[in-house]
């Protein structure tokens, strides 16, 4: 691996890690993938790829929640 290849994965990670605290969860997990990818020895990126995933189901599941109790069923 490059020391390119991995700066670049360092400063993609810190803007996932900047997405995430927007909760802009999808962003978050595709960029922290692309770190993961770009660095695969870095465990961390992996692992962040894992919560972000973990944040946006969970997001997703309670904007569902939400709009069925508002009545819309789509």
Do not use: P
């Not at 605290?21 to 997990?29: H, L, R, S, V």
């Not at 990126?45 to 904007?63: D, G, K, N, P, W």
């Amino acid at each position: 691996m490059s020391g390119s290849a991995r700066k670049r994965a360092a400063s993609l990670f810190l803007d996932a890690s900047k997405l995430f605290q927007k909760e802009k969860f999808e962003e978050a997990m595709l960029a922290y993938q692309r770190a993961s990818e770009l660095d695969s020895s870095n465990e961390n990126y992996r692992l962040a790829v894992e919560v972000a995933r973990s944040h946006l189901v969970t997001a997703l599941i309670q904007q569902a929640a939400k709009a069925r109790l508002i009545g819309d069923e789509s």
